[in-house]
């Protein structure tokens, strides 16, 4: 499973959106969302969220994202370590965007994921696609509240 993921913010804070393009076995699927007021870090944890909560079943997956905060998060072990340290950072600060974290480390004891970065606008297809879902998911109507969202 392959799977490209960004998140989107008009204003940090702002209204935001998330787009995910998975493939898998020449299929592919697109997913969106949009939140009133969030901000573009948590739009990138959410995409890879709703990514993982879409599969059916346990997979090994990989994901390329052109956030480093998240990836770095997961292959530098700094999910690990927030979780051994109550959920602070290493300065002994509450760690930020605690909710979706526990939601994508519960996510990542369930399927095997690897990630990856790649730079984000320089053209390549899936992020671009990725951004444009995330950027017209957060222009949408009838944003749904980031209940998590912490201003």
């Known amino acids: 499973m392959l799977i490209h993921t960004d998140g989107a913010c008009l204003g940090n804070p702002g209204p ?9 076995d020449g299929h592919n699927m697109e997913l969106s969302g949009g939140y009133k007021l969030t901000t573009n870090n948590r739009m990138e944890i959410l995409a890879v969220i709703a990514a993982l909560e879409s599969l059916t079943e346990t997979c090994d997956a990989q994901v390329v994202t052109d956030s480093m905060y998240v990836r770095d998060a997961i292959e530098k072990g700094w999910l690990s370590k927030w979780k051994r340290n109550g959920w602070k950072t290493a ?5 930020k965007n605690r909710d979706l974290w526990v939601r994508l480390d519960g996510l990542l004891a369930k399927h095997k994921v690897k ?3 790649v730079r984000g606008h320089t053209g390549h297809p899936e992020n671009e696609r990725c951004d444009e ?8 109507r009838e944003l749904a509240p ?3 969202y912490k201003p």
């Open 146 to 148: 980031d209940t998590g």
């Open 133 to 140: 879902l995330a950027r017209r998911a957060a222009q949408g």
């Open 115 to 117: 990630f990856s970065w």
């Open 16 to 24: 935001g959106g998330y787009g995910a393009v998975l493939a898998c």
């Open 91 to 95: 300065a002994k600060t509450d760690v």
